[in-house]
């Protein structure tokens, strides 16, 4: 126990100004939406994927390597996991949790546009991203469902469409392209749709077709409004292509 | 020499976790994550990347969890070391590249949701005016509503240097605040 008594919140104060009380409020339910949530898990992967972690060629993936991070993971996704379910109260449960978030059992979103089934258990290591996939065994606990599988082959291949896509763009603008199209193709509803589209939007202004790329552009603001790629995509019509009438 | 922690850390731990695991933990940490990004003065544009860094940076050192505070706790410190340097990155392409942030694109019904949050805009104002230690104190009290313990912990300062630290952010934001109440600039 602490000597130290935690004082009173401002949001709990009367005498705290009342537009400092909803600025606080406000500010304790203003957390990345759905989306950039599913953006953010689709780039971690991939980082950790491309070989930001230097994976090992060999062993290192079972159980026992794994040792405690493999529980340190577990108790971040805690036990709700196991329900799998829809996380329904996205812009409540945040500031209410207590510290120790693996014994809360908060149902966890799992609503993506790649991920439509019920989540399996935790440890499914069925299909790595690919600069791991070779290099991972599956263990023989491994509860993997074709669902599962699915949705990480599935994740797996956008990134390394979208990920040797970005690599042309400098050189070679119409591979960038190509590759760009054949993911929306593939997967048009794909998580790194909105990466795609970003690709794209380069790509054709690399290639000079400003007009095709400004139109693109416009699509995006209307598709994605409030994007963070906005700047980017803004940064990239706006020095490649004619200025807008 | 490194700790057993660091060993696991750079080796091991990556690709200890299965995509469907990360992704979870991402979800599940996500929308916490990036508030506390928000307001310890990661810039909106840079705040997907700034996420993504810490998640990554929590699973590579996923071995340096010994379990002596809670995960919360952990994933606190390491959004306040990411903000840090974000900020200061992004304050030096300011100084280097612009004259000033890059205003952002208003759209009609953006205008009316921004009249409707003045006290976070005046918030984020004042916040703007800690130093970071001070801030970073005053988000995790007054907005995640953390208690001081773990905040000295997440922080790695000793508790009353954390309580200094939470009085005097609050009389800087109540002065901006009532400040701006009479008339003053926020």
């Known amino acids: 126990m602490s000597e130290f008594q935690d004082p009173p919140r401002l949001f ?3 005498d705290t100004p009342e537009v400092l009380k909803s600025g606080l409020l406000e500010a304790s339910h203003d957390g990345l939406g759905e989306r950039a949530v599913d953006r953010v898990a689709a780039g971690v992967l991939l980082d950790l994927g491309a070989g930001g972690g230097s994976p090992p060629a060999t062993g290192g993936a079972g159980p026992s390597s794994a040792g ?3 529980k340190v993971i577990a ?3 805690g036990v709700g996991i196991l329900a799998g379910g829809v996380w329904l109260a996205t812009r409540s449960e945040e500031p209410q949790l207590e510290a120790n978030v ?3 059992p908060v149902p966890v979103e799992v609503v993506s546009q790649v991920v439509t089934a019920p989540l399996p258990t935790v440890n499914t290591p ?8 070779s ?8 509860k993997s469902t074709p669902a599962a599988s699915a949705t990480t082959s599935t994740l797996a291949e956008e990134h390394r469409l979208l990920r040797a896509a970005r690599a042309a763009l400098a050189t070679e603008p119409a591979r960038a392209l190509a590759l760009a199209r054949e993911h929306e193709r593939r997967f048009p509803r794909g998580v790194l749709a909105q990466e795609r589209e970003v690709i794209t939007i380069q790509a054709l202004a690399a290639m000079g077709e400003g007009d095709a790329a400004r139109k693109k552009a416009e699509g995006f603001d209307e598709k994605y409004p409030g994007s963070p790629h906005r700047n980017r995509v803004d940064e990239v019509t706006d020095k490649k292509s004619s200025p807008v009438p | 020499m490194p700790s057993p922690f660091e060993s696991l850390a750079t080796t091991r731990q990556a690709d200890g976790a299965s995509p469907e695991a990360v992704r979870e933990v991402v979800v599940r940490h996500g929308a916490f994550v990036g508030r506390s990004l928000r307001y310890l003065g990661v810039p909106e544009a840079d705040l997907e990347d700034a996420a993504q860094e810490v998640f990554v940076v929590v699973f590579k050192r996923l071995g340096s969890f010994e379990g002596r505070s809670s995960l919360r706790t952990w994933l606190y410190g390491v959004c306040v070391r990411v903000a840090s340097a974000r900020r200061r990155r992004a304050s030096v392409r300011r100084e280097s590249v612009m004259p000033e942030p890059p205003e952002q694109a208003t759209e009609p019904a953006q205008e009316q949701h921004l009249a409707q949050s003045e006290g976070k805009r005046r918030l984020l104002a004042a916040l703007e005016q800690l130093d970071e230690d001070k801030r970073a104190v005053f988000v995790l009290y007054e907005i995640e509503r953390q208690s001081m313990k773990d905040i000295a912990e997440a922080l790695g300062c000793p508790l009353q240097t954390a309580y200094y630290r939470l009085h005097a952010a609050r009389k800087a934001v109540l002065e901006v605040f009532e400040g701006s109440q009479t008339g003053g600039k926020p």
């Open chain 1, 126 to 133: 069925s299909v790595e991203t690919p600069a791991v996939q």
């Open chain 1, 75 to 77: 108790g971040l996704v």
């Open chain 1, 102 to 104: 693996p014994s809360i």
């Open chain 1, 12 to 14: 709990d104060l009367p």
């Open chain 1, 135 to 142: 290099a991972v065994p599956k263990p023989a606990s491994a």
């Open chain 1, 68 to 70: 405690f991070g493999a």
